[in-house]
């Protein structure tokens, strides 16, 4: 029921936007498929917030990883494994490229 009430909010909020019947359905799929698409990555991380990434470090072999998923290294080695990193920053990233996209829709 939660879900339901959820969908039927996302709506009121896409026609009271300008949205046409259709291009709320489009809305609603777009950004539930973000947000489900997201959460679904996050929590099938091997880790968590709060966890030690050096410990997961020491137990990587750098040279196979560099030569099995060498694009992959880079974004961990330049990204993941910088100071102050969190996966959930990029949500916010996404989901206003989505709106945005939608709302040059109407």
């Known amino acids: 029921?939660?879900?339901?009430?959820?969908?039927?909010?996302?709506?009121?909020?896409?026609?009271?936007?300008?949205?046409?019947?259709?291009?709320?359905?489009?809305?609603?799929?777009?950004?539930d498929s973000y947000v489900y698409g997201f959460v679904l990555?996050?929590?099938?991380?091997?880790?968590?917030?709060?966890?030690?990434?050096g410990e997961m470090v020491d137990e990587i072999n750098p040279a196979e990883m560099l030569a099995a998923f060498p694009h992959l290294a880079e974004l961990t080695t330049e990204l993941v494994l910088q100071p102050g990193y969190q996966c959930g920053d990029a949500f916010?990233?996404?989901i206003e490229l989505v709106v945005d996209g939608l709302l040059a829709s109407i």
């Open 1 to 31: 029921m939660a879900t339901l009430h959820q969908h039927d909010a996302m709506i009121d909020c896409c026609r009271a936007a300008g949205f046409t019947v259709v291009g709320a359905a489009h809305a609603l799929s777009l950004i």
């Open 41 to 53: 990555q996050e929590v099938s991380l091997p880790f968590g917030p709060g966890d030690d990434m």
């Open 92 to 94: 916010a990233f996404g």
